[in-house]
């Protein structure tokens, strides 16, 4: 059973950073590509960021390119969002996701067996 834990989250201002964690109980991280989608209040779930197995190969979405930075350290059993010059259309709930097939680095959600539970991002403008 693989579980996923968010923390990081939390109410900022628009133009600060903020880094989301997810530590993963899992025998080897490096068995899963990982991802970040989030939600925003009346709004479908969405891709944010994926990085694969070893996270040499990385995948953003056009609206996070250049500002927000997947990264994983498999030792720990961790994976990282940075997100800079956070924007108030950012405000989502975030959730970090687990592929077991990594292959490939996919952006749909149905790609991804496992989730956890969300951390809150708020930002202020």
């Known amino acids: 059973q693989v579980q996923l834990v968010e923390s990081g989250g939390g109410l900022v201002q628009a133009g600060d950073s903020l880094r989301l964690s997810c530590a993963a109980s899992?025998?080897?991280?490096?068995?899963?590509?990982m991802a970040w989608f989030r939600q925003a209040p009346g709004k479908e779930r969405e891709f944010v960021a994926a990085a694969s197995w070893n996270g040499a190969i990385t995948k953003y979405a056009d609206s996070v390119k250049g500002r927000f930075t997947i990264s994983r350290d498999n030792a720990k059993k961790t994976v990282y969002l940075q997100m800079n010059s956070l924007k108030s259309e950012d405000t989502a709930v975030y959730y970090c996701?687990?592929?077991?097939?990594?292959?490939?680095?996919?952006?749909?959600?149905?790609?991804?067996?496992?989730w956890g539970q969300g951390t809150q991002v708020t930002v202020s403008s």
């Open positions: 899992v025998l080897t991280l490096s068995a899963y590509t």
């Open positions: 996701a687990a592929d077991p097939n990594r292959v490939s680095v996919l952006i749909s959600a149905s790609a991804y067996d496992y």
